[in-house]
């Protein structure tokens, strides 16, 4: 499955979630869309304009916390760390654009 977002400059954005979100571009049509790939999650670019209601991608990485201060640092907007039941833990990270991609770290060891 492919979560799709639309982008208002393709190139910007191609080159924020490889260099700041750690995707790598497994396919690029040259100035239409993208694919790229991070830890099993795929998602898509095309030039467009950024939907509300769009899909969100869910990244699963290994520490949660430590991404949130990272991508702070590197200047990514970003929410704020939140814990669901010590099962989960969440983070809501915005690219220049706005569309919304959830990092997850599971904190259940089953």
Do not use: C
Not at 4 to 15: H, I
Not at 62 to 85: S, T, W, Y
Request: proline share 2%.
């Amino acid at each position: 499955m492919t979560v799709w977002y639309q982008v208002r400059d393709f190139d910007a954005a191609r080159a924020f979630y490889k260099q700041k979100l750690g995707f790598t571009e497994t396919f690029v049509d040259e100035g239409n869309w993208s694919k790229l790939e991070r830890n099993g999650m795929e998602i898509g670019l095309a030039l467009g304009e950024p939907q509300e209601d769009g899909g969100v991608a869910h990244v699963d990485v290994d520490d949660v916390k430590a991404a949130a201060e990272e991508l702070r640092r590197a200047g990514v907007e970003i929410g704020v760390v939140f814990e669901l039941h010590g099962e989960i833990r969440l983070l809501d990270v915005f690219d220049p654009d706005g569309n919304r991609v959830q990092f997850a770290q599971s904190l259940s060891s089953g």
